[in-house]
């Protein structure tokens, strides 16, 4: 089954765009933007689809995903003042990539399971960055990728390579060396130190994320909902007898915490 696309339903969108960077009738915030102040926009709103995809509601979801069309067609207008290229070249880019990522697809290559595909996509991107001259096995990993993210992209790339841990209990002792030489790091107490062995564990955890396949962002997200729903329980039950967690003792939200986490949260 094809993709349903309604007729020129990008024009009206481009339009809006040109007149909201129109140098003489246009937004003055708009007229202002450049590149880098609109990039973080488009990471925000990258974030709210994926939000919106958690929250598994397709009213949201085709909002946020109109919210970061929005960010490209920015993005490919200013591109396109400056006389570098403009949506259509994205589009038309994009497209071409895909179709050359999928001979499967596309041309004669033969079918592949999941597996095999992304074995070919990863050659096929090996062979892109040689075109671009990037030699080395980590060039092309966004630097501004979220560093756990990025983290585990860049060992994944190594580890293609056979520069990686055999299993994950293997990184598990890695990770007790990184915890023991962090621990003799706190009583100097130097924070360039600190911040260096912090970052080895981190970077520990994101290789051990990698090797039990999870994405570690995911992890560290869920993780984060998770204290959010057992701290505002703390908060719910204080509140009740007219309390705030301010005046409570830390052994008291232990044990509220530790009811939260009995009763699920």
């Known amino acids: 089954m094809g ?6 339903s990008i024009t009206p969108l481009l339009t809006v765009m040109a007149a909201l960077r129109h140098p003489d009738t246009g ?21 709210e689809v994926q939000a919106a995809i958690a929250a598994n509601d397709p009213a949201q979801l085709k909002d946020e995903l109109g919210d970061l069309l929005f960010q490209v067609v920015y993005h490919a207008r200013m591109a396109e003042e400056r006389g570098w290229f403009d949506f259509g070249d994205v589009a038309g880019a994009i497209t071409d990539k895909m179709i050359r990522r999928h001979p499967h697809v596309f041309g004669d290559a033969g079918a592949r399971d999941s597996a095999a595909q992304t074995a070919a996509w990863e050659a096929q991107k090996a062979a892109e960055r040689a075109a671009k001259a990037e030699a080395g096995v980590l060039d092309g990993v966004a630097t501004a990728l979220p560093a756990l993210l990025r983290a585990q992209k860049l060992t994944a ?11 994950a209990e ?16 706190l009583a100097v ?34 993780a984060n909902d998770k204290f959010i729903r057992r701290f505002g329980a703390i908060e719910a039950a204080l509140a009740e007898a007219g309390r705030t967690p301010a005046g409570a003792s830390l052994d008291e939200m232990e044990a509220l915490w530790t009811q939260a986490k009995r009763a699920g949260l």
């Open 170 to 185: 293997a990184v598990l002792d890695k990770l007790a060396e990184e915890t023991t030489e962090l621990r003799a790091e």
């Open 157 to 167: 790339r190594a580890a293609r390579v056979g520069f990686d841990w055999p299993h």
């Open 189 to 222: 107490a130097d924070p360039a130190r600190l911040q260096d062995e912090l970052g080895d564990m981190l970077f520990v955890l994101a290789n051990l994320a990698r090797k039990l396949g999870l994405n570690g962002e995911a992890c560290l997200s869920a």
């Open 27 to 47: 937004c003055p915030w708009d007229k202002e933007q450049d590149f880098s102040t609109i990039a973080p926009y488009t990471i925000e709103e990258a974030y």
């Open 3 to 8: 993709m349903t696309v309604k007729p020129d």
